[in-house]
T-cell receptor, first 117, second 114 residues
Framework: DAGVIQSPRHEVTEMGQEVTLRCKLISGHNSLFWYRQTMMRGLELLIYFNNNVPIDDSGMPEDRFSAKMPNASFSTLKIQPSEPRDSAVYFC???????????????FGPGTRLTVT | RKEVEQDPGPFNVPEGATVAFNCTYSNSASQSFFWYRQDCRKEPKLLMSVYSSGNEDGRFTAQLNRASQYISLLIRDSKLSDSATYLCVVNGWSISNSGYALNFGKGTSLLVTP
């Protein structure tokens, strides 16, 4: 079975440009999580969806970040406009069950390494 | 104070050694606990859940101390392939997020040498 799929794997862009990261969940999973990882701050949760509904977006840094889940298996994370401090590895993870309200394992995608110059 | 704290290491140990990592968490209402493993430039993967009574999976033993709010991971007979970063993960009600949250520690780096 395919795991969580993320694209692109690498993205290099200039400051001010729009960046769109994509994620496809594991079939049958109903919770999706977007994380950002940097050396300084570690792994940070940005937003969490359960059954396509955003449950907690308190980790989204600011209005430049937005996330959508147009259907049960796909999500996008958009940064507009991008800034150098957004450079990080962005992971998408999926889970079955009720997400945070359960102890279900989260399966991570391979990540998108974003560099904003 | 961070929700989950770990010693970043690195822990450098010879092959065959026993090594232990600790992790402390600040939220006494936390409910679920995990250890994840992350290889260099790869995604985190679940290593094992941590149960109240402690649990073992082969060479790996996880323990939970709710009173002191810490979790430990013990690796026996370490292998070269155990070299990775080990992330402590705590699931529970988050005051800062005003909701449930899965909080990751920054990880402890382990290097097993020949």
């Amino acid at each position: 079975d395919a795991g969580v799929i993320q694209s692109p794997r690498h993205e290099v862009t200039e400051m001010g440009q729009e960046v769109t990261l994509r994620c496809k969940l594991i079939s049958g999973h109903n919770s999706l999580f977007w994380y950002r990882q940097t050396m300084m701050r570690g792994l940070e949760l940005l937003i969490y969806f359960n059954n396509n509904v955003p449950i907690d977006d308190s980790g989204m840094p600011e209005d430049r970040f937005s996330a959508k889940m147009p259907n049960a298996s796909f999500s996008t994370l958009k940064i507009q406009p991008s800034e150098p401090r957004d450079s990080a590895v962005y992971f998408c993870a999926s889970s079955s069950g009720a997400g945070f309200l359960s102890s279900y394992e989260q399966y991570f995608g391979p990540g998108t390494r974003l560099t904003v110059t | 104070r961070k929700e989950v704290e770990q010693d970043p290491g690195p822990f450098n140990v010879p092959e065959g050694a026993t090594v232990a990592f600790n992790c402390t968490y600040s939220n006494s209402a936390s409910q679920s606990f995990f250890w994840y493993r992350q290889d260099c430039r790869k995604e985190p993967k679940l290593l094992m859940s941590v149960y109240s009574s402690g649990n073992e999976d082969g060479r790996f033993t996880a323990q939970l101390n709710r009173a002191s709010q810490y979790i430990s991971l013990l690796i026996r007979d370490s292998k070269l392939s155990d070299s990775a970063t080990y992330l402590c993960v705590v699931n529970g009600w988050s005051i800062s997020n005003s909701g449930y949250a899965l909080n990751f520690g920054k990880g402890t780096s382990l290097l097993v040498t020949p």
